[in-house]
C-alpha cells in the first residue's frame, strides 16, 4: 500500500513547479473509451441531450434531455470539467433521475440503458481498468436527512446495478466521520454473483481532502483488484488490493453511466462535483 499524508498532499499541491492537468496515470492494456468532458466553458449549461465527444472508443457520452449539467468552474489550476449538481437538486428528500448524470446509451436509456451487445467495456476475464478525475463538494455539507453517513455512497462511473446478470463494475465515493467532520473516501467495486470486490471500502481506506482534486482509478486483473489515487497530475498518493477466492468475469449489457446510479432518485446514489478525463482500459 502506498500512501501520502495529507501535510504532503497539501504540499505537493501548492509547489510553484507542479503543473496540475488531467493527464491519465499508467494504467495496464489499451485504451477503449476516452470521454475528456472539456466541451463546456465555465459556467457553461449543458444542451438537452448534449453528446460529450469521445476520443477512444464510439459512444459519447449523453446528457438527459433535463440535464442540469453546467461547465466546472471550481477546480483549481487544471483544464476544463463538468459539474454535476446531484445531491445539491435535492427537493422532498429526492433528485431527478436523470438531470445530473450521464449515459454512453445511444438512445438516452437512462433507466439502466444499452451497450449494444458490446463487451469492450466490460472486464469479461481481462485485465481492466477504469478512472476520472474528480473534485467533489464537501462530504459536510450533504443533506443527511437521518442517514448514517455510511449510508451515502455517490456513484461517480459504473456499469451496471448489483443485480445485474453478468456482474457490474463502479468506482464510488463513501462517507466517513460525522458532524462537520465528515469526508469522502474512494472505493471500487467488481462484482459477479456471490464474488465482489471493493478495494478502499474497509480496512485501507483514503480520505479525500476537502477542496483538492484527485485523480481515481480501479483495476481487476484476475481474481484481484485495486484501488489505485494519484494527483491529477499523475503522482501516487495511495493503492490498495483486495483479493476474492477465484477469478471471475465481469459482463452485462447496461450501458456505462457516469455521475448518477442509474434510474435512482435516492440522494445517496447522486455525486455532486466536477468530473474529467473518463478512461477506460482494457488488456
Given at each position: 500500500?502506498?500512501?501520502?499524508?495529507a501535510?504532503?498532499?497539501?504540499?505537493?499541491?501548492?509547489?510553484?513547479?507542479?503543473?496540475?492537468?488531467?493527464?491519465?496515470?499508467?494504467?495496464?492494456g489499451?485504451?477503449?473509451?476516452?470521454?475528456?468532458?472539456?466541451?463546456?466553458?465555465?459556467?457553461?449549461?449543458?444542451a438537452p441531450?448534449?453528446?460529450?465527444?469521445?476520443?477512444?472508443?464510439?459512444?459519447?457520452?449523453?446528457?438527459?434531455?433535463?440535464?442540469?449539467?453546467?461547465?466546472?468552474?471550481?477546480?483549481?489550476?487544471?483544464?476544463?470539467?463538468?459539474?454535476?449538481?446531484?445531491?445539491?437538486?435535492?427537493?422532498?428528500?429526492?433528485?431527478?433521475?436523470?438531470?445530473?448524470?450521464?449515459?454512453?446509451?445511444p438512445?438516452?436509456?437512462?433507466?439502466?440503458?444499452?451497450?449494444?451487445?458490446?463487451?469492450?467495456?466490460?472486464?469479461?476475464?481481462?485485465?481492466?481498468?477504469?478512472?476520472?478525475?474528480?473534485?467533489?463538494?464537501?462530504?459536510?455539507?450533504?443533506?443527511?436527512?437521518?442517514?448514517?453517513?455510511?449510508?451515502?455512497?455517490?456513484?461517480?462511473m459504473?456499469?451496471?446495478?448489483?443485480?445485474?446478470s453478468?456482474?457490474?463494475w463502479?468506482?464510488?465515493?463513501?462517507?466517513?466521520?460525522?458532524?462537520?467532520?465528515?469526508?469522502?473516501?474512494?472505493?471500487?467495486?467488481?462484482?459477479?454473483?456471490?464474488?465482489?470486490?471493493?478495494?478502499?471500502?474497509?480496512?485501507?481506506?483514503?480520505?479525500?481532502?476537502?477542496g483538492?482534486?484527485?485523480?481515481?482509478?480501479?483495476?481487476?486483473?484476475?481474481?484481484?483488484?485495486?484501488?489505485?489515487?494519484?494527483?491529477?497530475?499523475?503522482?501516487?498518493?495511495?493503492?490498495?488490493?483486495?483479493?476474492?477466492?477465484?477469478?471471475?468475469t465481469?459482463?452485462?449489457?447496461?450501458?456505462?453511466?457516469?455521475?448518477?446510479?442509474?434510474?435512482?432518485?435516492?440522494?445517496?446514489?447522486?455525486?455532486?462535483?466536477?468530473?474529467?478525463?473518463?478512461?477506460?482500459?482494457?488488456?
Amino acid at each position: 500500500m502506498i500512501k501520502v499524508s495529507a501535510r504532503r498532499l497539501a504540499t505537493l499541491l501548492a509547489t510553484s513547479s507542479l503543473v496540475l492537468v488531467f493527464a491519465a496515470p499508467p494504467t495496464q492494456g489499451a485504451i477503449v473509451g476516452s470521454w475528456p468532458l472539456d466541451d463546456l466553458p465555465p459556467g457553461a449549461a449543458a444542451a438537452p441531450g448534449k453528446s460529450f465527444r469521445v476520443l477512444v472508443g464510439t459512444e459519447p457520452l449523453r446528457a438527459a434531455a433535463n440535464t442540469k449539467l453546467t461547465g466546472a468552474t471550481a477546480i483549481p489550476g487544471v483544464n476544463r470539467a463538468v459539474y454535476f449538481p446531484g445531491w445539491r437538486r435535492v427537493s422532498g428528500g429526492l433528485v431527478d433521475a436523470t438531470e445530473s448524470a450521464m449515459s454512453t446509451d445511444p438512445s438516452l436509456g437512462f433507466a439502466t440503458g444499452s451497450d449494444g451487445g458490446s463487451a469492450a467495456l466490460d472486464p469479461v476475464d481481462r485485465p481492466f481498468s477504469f478512472a476520472a478525475t474528480v473534485l467533489p463538494d464537501p462530504a459536510n455539507q450533504f443533506p443527511l436527512d437521518g442517514r448514517e453517513p455510511s449510508a451515502v455512497s455517490p456513484n461517480i462511473m459504473q456499469k451496471g446495478l448489483t443485480t445485474t446478470s453478468g456482474g457490474f463494475w463502479k468506482l464510488s465515493l463513501g462517507m466517513g466521520g460525522s458532524g462537520a467532520g465528515r469526508y469522502w473516501f474512494p472505493f471500487c467495486t467488481f462484482k459477479n454473483g456471490s464474488l465482489e470486490l471493493k478495494p478502499g471500502y474497509t480496512g485501507a481506506t483514503f480520505r479525500l481532502a476537502q477542496g483538492v482534486p484527485y485523480r481515481i482509478g480501479c483495476l481487476k486483473s484476475g481474481s484481484t483488484a485495486t484501488l489505485q489515487v494519484w494527483t491529477p497530475g499523475g503522482i501516487p498518493l495511495f493503492a490498495t488490493s483486495v483479493s476474492a477466492t477465484s477469478a471471475f468475469t465481469v459482463d452485462n449489457s447496461i450501458a456505462v453511466a457516469v455521475g448518477h446510479k442509474p434510474n435512482s432518485t435516492d440522494p445517496a446514489d447522486s455525486y455532486a462535483g466536477s468530473i474529467s478525463q473518463v478512461r477506460i482500459d482494457k488488456n
